[in-house]
Protein backbone atom coordinates (compact mmCIF):
# COMPACT_ATOMS: atom_id res chain seq x y z
CA UNK A 1 0.00 0.00 0.00
CA UNK A 2 1.24 3.24 -0.98
CA UNK A 3 1.97 6.16 2.21
CA UNK A 4 -0.56 8.26 0.44
CA UNK A 5 -3.11 5.95 0.42
CA UNK A 6 -2.21 4.59 3.77
CA UNK A 7 -2.35 7.94 4.97
CA UNK A 8 -5.93 8.42 3.14
CA UNK A 9 -7.26 5.21 5.35
CA UNK A 10 -5.85 6.25 8.06
CA UNK A 11 -8.07 9.21 8.66
CA UNK A 12 -11.34 7.12 7.27
CA UNK A 13 -10.42 4.61 10.23
CA UNK A 14 -9.92 7.61 12.24
CA UNK A 15 -12.97 9.36 11.83
CA UNK A 16 -15.20 6.33 11.86
CA UNK A 17 -13.28 5.56 15.52
CA UNK A 18 -14.02 9.00 16.68
CA UNK A 19 -17.95 8.98 15.30
CA UNK A 20 -18.90 5.34 16.06
CA UNK A 21 -17.09 4.38 19.27
CA UNK A 22 -16.69 7.93 21.21
CA UNK A 23 -19.75 9.31 19.54
CA UNK A 24 -18.20 12.82 18.34
CA UNK A 25 -18.96 14.44 15.24
CA UNK A 26 -16.66 15.16 12.46
CA UNK A 27 -17.26 18.95 11.28
CA UNK A 28 -14.07 19.03 8.91
CA UNK A 29 -11.94 16.92 6.70
CA UNK A 30 -8.44 18.01 5.95
CA UNK A 31 -9.16 21.82 6.49
CA UNK A 32 -6.69 24.22 5.33
CA UNK A 33 -6.58 27.33 6.80
CA UNK A 34 -3.51 29.59 7.31
CA UNK A 35 -1.46 27.54 5.09
CA UNK A 36 -1.19 24.68 7.16
CA UNK A 37 -3.73 21.57 7.56
CA UNK A 38 -5.86 20.10 10.21
CA UNK A 39 -6.61 16.23 9.37
CA UNK A 40 -9.77 16.00 11.78
CA UNK A 41 -12.08 18.65 13.30
CA UNK A 42 -14.78 17.16 15.22
CA UNK A 43 -17.02 17.94 18.81
CA UNK A 44 -16.72 16.50 21.36
CA UNK A 45 -19.96 17.15 23.51
CA UNK A 46 -19.85 20.85 23.73
CA UNK A 47 -15.97 21.22 23.33
CA UNK A 48 -14.27 21.94 19.60
CA UNK A 49 -11.47 19.27 19.50
CA UNK A 50 -8.94 19.09 16.31
CA UNK A 51 -7.56 15.72 15.45
CA UNK A 52 -4.34 15.05 13.88
CA UNK A 53 -3.58 11.66 12.27
CA UNK A 54 -1.01 9.52 12.62
CA UNK A 55 -0.35 6.12 10.48
CA UNK A 56 2.40 3.98 9.72
CA UNK A 57 3.11 0.37 9.36
CA UNK A 58 3.94 -1.91 11.94
CA UNK A 59 7.70 -1.89 12.44
CA UNK A 60 8.66 1.60 11.09
CA UNK A 61 11.54 2.90 12.47
CA UNK A 62 9.31 5.72 14.81
CA UNK A 63 5.89 4.83 16.04
CA UNK A 64 3.26 7.31 14.92
CA UNK A 65 2.66 8.48 18.31
CA UNK A 66 5.89 10.28 18.52
CA UNK A 67 5.62 11.59 15.07
CA UNK A 68 4.74 14.99 16.20
CA UNK A 69 7.75 17.59 17.08
CA UNK A 70 7.56 20.78 18.17
CA UNK A 71 7.19 21.64 14.36
CA UNK A 72 4.42 20.55 13.86
CA UNK A 73 2.35 21.05 17.41
CA UNK A 74 3.27 24.67 16.09
CA UNK A 75 1.71 24.51 13.10
CA UNK A 76 -1.51 22.84 14.37
CA UNK A 77 -1.76 25.71 17.11
CA UNK A 78 -1.33 27.75 14.56
CA UNK A 79 -4.12 26.40 12.27
CA UNK A 80 -6.65 25.49 15.23
CA UNK A 81 -6.37 29.13 16.29
CA UNK A 82 -7.05 30.78 13.18
CA UNK A 83 -10.24 28.01 12.70
CA UNK A 84 -11.29 29.37 16.02
CA UNK A 85 -11.06 33.26 15.55
CA UNK A 86 -12.85 32.56 12.15
CA UNK A 87 -15.79 30.65 14.36
CA UNK A 88 -15.67 32.89 16.81
CA UNK A 89 -15.35 30.16 19.21
CA UNK A 90 -15.46 30.74 23.08
CA UNK A 91 -15.73 27.43 24.44
CA UNK A 92 -13.11 24.84 25.51
CA UNK A 93 -10.97 23.23 22.70
CA UNK A 94 -7.92 21.11 22.47
CA UNK A 95 -5.89 19.53 19.57
CA UNK A 96 -5.70 15.34 19.80
CA UNK A 97 -3.62 12.67 18.17
CA UNK A 98 -4.49 9.74 17.15
CA UNK A 99 -1.66 7.15 16.20
CA UNK A 100 -2.77 4.22 14.12
CA UNK A 101 -0.14 1.19 13.80
CA UNK A 102 -1.06 -0.57 9.95
CA UNK A 103 -0.25 -4.41 11.00
CA UNK A 104 -1.83 -6.32 8.99
CA UNK A 105 -3.75 -5.17 5.33
CA UNK A 106 -6.91 -4.77 7.08
CA UNK A 107 -6.01 -4.34 10.74
CA UNK A 108 -4.20 -2.19 12.69
CA UNK A 109 -3.87 -0.71 16.46
CA UNK A 110 -5.10 2.79 17.40
CA UNK A 111 -3.81 5.60 20.65
CA UNK A 112 -5.71 7.89 21.06
CA UNK A 113 -3.82 10.90 22.63
CA UNK A 114 -6.10 13.52 24.17
CA UNK A 115 -4.94 17.43 24.24
CA UNK A 116 -1.27 16.96 23.05
CA UNK A 117 -0.51 20.58 23.47
CA UNK A 118 -0.84 19.84 27.49
CA UNK A 119 -3.14 23.05 27.50
CA UNK A 120 -6.72 23.42 26.04
CA UNK A 121 -8.07 26.70 24.80
CA UNK A 122 -9.29 28.94 25.87
Same mark, same amino acid.
Given at each position: ?Q ?6 RG???? &? ?8 W ?10 G???? /? ?7 L ?8 K ?18 L?? &??G????? /? ?6 RI ?14 L??I ?8 P
Amino acid at each position: MQRAEMGRRGEEAA &ARYLEETLGWQVTERNLRIAGKEID /LVCTDGDELVFVEVRTRKAGWMQPAATTVGPRKLRRLCT &AAGAYVER /LRWRGNWRIDLLALTVKEEHRCTLRHIRDITGEAGP
